[in-house]
Nanobody
Framework: QVQLVESGGGLVQAGGSLRLSCAASGRTFSRRTRGWFRQAPGKERTFVAA????????NYADSVKGRFTLSRDNAKNTVYLQMNSLKPEDTAVYYCAAGPGLSPSRYEYDSWGQGTQVTVSS
């Protein structure tokens, strides 16, 4: 199992930026992808972005392309989600997850963090 801890959420005005972090511990060698999902109140958990731990390749949801950027720090076992030009519709709880590929399906991921709240005011 992989243990994941998110941080960096908060309240920001529209157009602002936040950087989320996802630190991993445990059996990280067996999980090649780190993904981010988000869930707004009353809505399903949806894919945001994912990064391959082995080669850094990425996959982004259309709604965040050009605004959000993933990066990773191998030494710290940490993935970062830089979120720029935030919009009120980005408001959600953001979850980090670990899985074997760059799939946008949450069912492909079997380790999840506790989530961090991002609120974007208009």
């Amino acid at each position: 199992q992989v243990q994941l801890v998110e941080s960096g959420g908060g309240l920001v005005q529209a157009g602002g930026s936040l950087r989320l972090s996802c630190a991993a511990s445990g059996r990280t060698f067996s999980r090649r992808t780190r993904g981010w999902f988000r869930q707004a109140p009353g809505k399903e958990r949806t894919f945001v972005a994912a990064i391959s731990w082995s080669d850094g390749s990425t996959n982004y949801a259309d709604s965040v392309k050009g605004r959000f950027t993933l990066s990773r720090d191998n030494a710290k076992n940490t993935v970062y989600l830089q979120m720029n030009s935030l919009k009120p519709e980005d408001t959600a709880v953001y979850y980090c997850a670990a899985g074997p590929g760059l799939s946008p399906s949450r069912y492909e991921y079997d380790s999840w963090g506790q989530g961090t709240q991002v609120t974007v005011s208009s």
